[in-house]
């Protein structure tokens, strides 16, 4: 069965250093997502991605973040500047279109610390 | 503005006992509610959904979930627990326009011997 994966499983940074964390979706989907899950709190939506375009993002997507589709298979969210609060669980999900009948895909998560 | 709210951040059951999630949605239009199940180091996997269409659901592994308009709630049940359903479980509703999936705080299920 095809999954949605991601790369590294977990991630150490310094503050203030650039990370970017890779998905690679399911290869005939064309809607991708990131969100967040902050230890102790609630998965949040981070931002969703259509045809090479941010279609919705968050209060929290703020200028330090970006998504980019490189290569046509992978895709990735990067952090500019890392905070301590950037720490947390990043999930990617993929969907072959938009709406409730289209189920998201979820990958297994990057577990990011931010020392 | 859509949410849920997960009533229990832990339940503990025997195996072959039943198991009852409870969810609490709220929101201004007809929602979408799923269940997502996720188990250690997976990911988020669906169990089941409600789109408007018969208000008792039935997902994989045994689950259901009943939509109560009245109640506002979405509990998920199982008749009989498995080691197996040792999980973390989300209640999640979704915005109008179909895309951003919105959490509850998800609840942890330990299933005893």
């Known amino acids: 069965e095809p999954e949605v994966t991601q790369t590294p499983s977990h991630q150490v940074t310094q503050m203030g250093q650039e990370v970017i964390l890779r998905c690679v979706p399911i290869s005939n989907h064309l809607y991708f997502y990131w969100y967040r899950q902050i230890l102790g709190q609630k998965v949040e939506f981070l931002v969703s991605f259509y045809n090479n375009e941010i279609s919705e993002k968050s209060e929290i997507f703020d200028d330090q973040f970006s998504v980019e589709r490189p290569d046509g298979s992978n895709f990735t969210l990067k952090i500019r500047s890392t905070k301590l609060e950037d720490s947390a669980m990043y999930f990617c999900?993929?969907?072959?279109?938009?709406?409730?009948?289209?189920?998201?895909?979820f990958g297994p998560g990057t577990r990011l610390t931010v020392t | 503005a859509q949410s849920v709210t997960q009533l229990d951040s832990h339940v503990s059951v025997s195996e072959g006992t039943p198991v009852l999630l409870r969810c609490n949605y709220s929101s201004s239009y007809s929602p979408s509610l799923f269940w997502y199940v996720q188990h250690p180091n997976k990911g988020l996997q669906l169990l089941l959904k409600y789109t408007s269409a018969a208000t008792l659901v039935k997902g994989i592994n045994g689950f259901e979930a009943e939509f109560k308009k009245s109640e506002t709630s979405f509990h998920l049940t199982k008749p009989s627990a498995h080691m197996s359903d040792a999980a973390e479980y989300f209640c999640v509703v979704s915005s109008r326009q179909g895309g951003k999936l919105i959490f509850g705080q998800g609840t942890e299920l330990s299933v005893k011997p």
């Open positions: 999900a993929s969907s072959y279109r938009q709406g409730d009948e289209y189920e998201q895909y």
